[in-house]
Nanobody
Framework: QVSLVESGGGPVQAGGSLRLTCHAS????????MGWFRQAPGKEREGVAS????????AYADSVKGRFTISRDNAKSVLYLQMNSLKSEDTGQYYC???????????????????WGQGTQVTVSS
């Protein structure tokens, strides 16, 4: 069974922090690359951060560099996104999913992926 369950979102004031968690079924977590993606109202889904589950190599969108940290617990098939110094423009629905790539994990949205979870809403108020 394919499953992705995101949690940890909520309302937060600008400058605050949140930690998102993604529980992935083993058949998804078996991918080399995983990532966090977000979609703001009226905008297209975009890549936020990615991680190579074997090497721990990470990549970040310029808009979140220095503020967000992606990490994983391979033993638990769990992906995390620590978000600090949140801004109003970080507001959106956040999703985890396999990322495109092998050694380097792209931030490109995996358009062919059919098993997106419900996501978790992050709302940052200024």
């Amino acid at each position: 069974q394919v499953s992705l369950v995101e949690s940890g979102g909520g309302p937060v004031q600008a400058g605050g922090s949140l930690r998102l968690t993604c529980h992935a079924s083993s058949n998804i977590y078996g991918n080399i690359c995983m990532g966090w993606f977000r979609q703001a109202p009226g905008k297209e889904r975009e890549g936020v951060a990615s991680i190579n589950l074997r090497s721990s190599t990470t990549a970040y969108a310029d808009s979140v560099k220095g503020r967000f940290t992606i990490s994983r617990d391979n033993a638990k098939s769990v992906l995390y996104l620590q978000m600090n110094s949140l801004k109003s423009e970080d507001t959106g629905q956040y999703y985890c999913a396999p990322a495109v790539g092998g050694g380097y994990c792209s931030l490109r949205v995996p358009l062919g992926f059919a098993y997106w979870g419900q996501g978790t809403q992050v709302t940052v108020s200024s």
